[in-house]
């Protein structure tokens, strides 16, 4: 029996696996290439990449080994009327992923604070639009010196799809009990100067 874990690192994605007691590197992906989020799930890995200029990538190995890159999120083009909005409606980068309970779907949390669901196992994307237009988003503040929001957590009980945690960073933890429709902050105590 073997296990497996991802690492996605600034310098590629490798796959350790645990064979008799002892962790050995059983394969690289993207050398050279930041990893900024990393999903196995029912037999595929997923993999989102920041190639700086050349922006976010997605790519998935499917059940039988092979690697192929995906659309990523978009964001709608934003509003005229948007202009007291600080945050881009752009992709930074996808910075979370979790599998949604559901055949076929998944969460990707990005930069600048989007979260974005699939339903057909990524080859497709949907912004979550209550989320996004909260006014609240509008005060959410950047990580390390001034980067973009991120929601850098995306967690969906295995027992309800429709039951969603997500961790902004700087912005707290927002839940969701009707897979996304409405969301409330969650936690108490942290202040935010």
Request: hydrophobic share 40%.
């Amino acid at each position: 029996m073997s296990e497996t874990i991802y690492v996605g690192t600034h310098k590629g994605l490798f796959q350790l696996a645990r064979r008799k007691g002892a962790w050995d590197i059983a394969d690289m992906r993207f050398l050279g290439d930041p990893v900024t989020a990393v999903l196995p799930a029912d037999g595929q890995v997923f993999a989102g990449l920041d190639l700086g200029h050349f922006g976010a990538k997605l790519w998935r190995r499917d059940r039988a080994g092979t690697w192929r890159e995906l659309p990523v999120p978009v964001f709608p083009p934003k509003p005229d009327d948007a202009t007291d909005d600080p945050h881009p409606w752009s992709l930074g980068k996808i910075w979370a992923f979790a599998s949604g309970g559901v055949d076929g779907r998944l969460w990707a949390g990005t930069m600048p604070g989007g979260l974005f669901r699939s339903d057909d196992g990524g080859e497709s994307w949907a912004l979550n639009d209550p989320l996004w237009r909260m006014p609240e988003r509008r005060q959410w503040m950047g990580v390390a010196g001034g980067e973009q929001p991120g929601i850098n957590s995306v967690l969906v009980d295995p027992c309800n799809s429709s039951d969603i945690r997500v961790g902004v960073s700087c912005a707290g933890v927002w839940a969701s009990t009707d897979a996304g429709t409405s969301w409330r902050i969650i936690n108490q105590g942290m202040y935010n100067e």
